[in-house]
């Protein structure tokens, strides 16, 4: 009876260190080995045989993660306050300097993204980041990519998700935008003024150029108040007839 229980034991204590052995790593994963604390090499994907008490395996993932940046204070250049929120898109490229270089490269990652999300921005006016979004996306990946290099980490894309602003800052850039709008429209009827001025200087030039011009335009504009049915019409009265009217000097 003993005997049968002691080999019992011996077939569960060979099936649990089996078990233990046998490691399967999807496509995506890799593992990290080290043997009696020092790094051997990396495996997977697929079937992967560990040495029990010898060997220990940590697992990294190697599809492209998504860490979203709280949103941080950002003082402008200009000295404007505001709150911006981002998303970061980055993958492991070397796991085992993700492993052994850095203690947690999620955490690490997360924590570099805010400083040099409120690093970048700070140099920017507020206009910069209202307008050149784009550009600056691109200036805080290459940054972060730079730093991470050293960990085995790729920063694919940085993406500002909001600017966020206090409601006076708010009603100051309406302010703003309407004078500008108010601008626009007083150069723009300053131009059609001066364009005119320049037209009508030409239709003089041409209607002096003729006696009888000036007396048909005179008609034209009568037959047009006419046609209207107004009960008033005031007619032009050419200074060549009031000359002819003055009396004239005696000799």
Known sequence: MGFE????????VLIALLVSTIRILREYE???????????KVKGPGLIL???????MVKVELRTLVLDVPSQDVISRDNVSVKVNAVVYYRVVDPQRAIIQVEDYHSATSQLAQTTLRAVLGKHDLDDMLAEREQLNEDIQQVLDAQTDAWGIKVANVEIKHVDLDESMVRAIARQAEAERERRAKVIHAEGELQASEKLMQAAEMLGRQSGAMQLRYMQTLAGIAGEKNSTIVFPLPIELLQALKPKDKV
């Not at 560990?50 to 220990?56: A, F, R, W």
């Open 30 to 40: 890799r593992g990290v080995v080290f043997q009696l604390g020092r790094f051997w």
């Open 5 to 12: 229980i002691s080999f019992v034991f011996i077939i569960a």
């Open 50 to 56: 560990l040495i029990p008490g010898l060997q220990q």
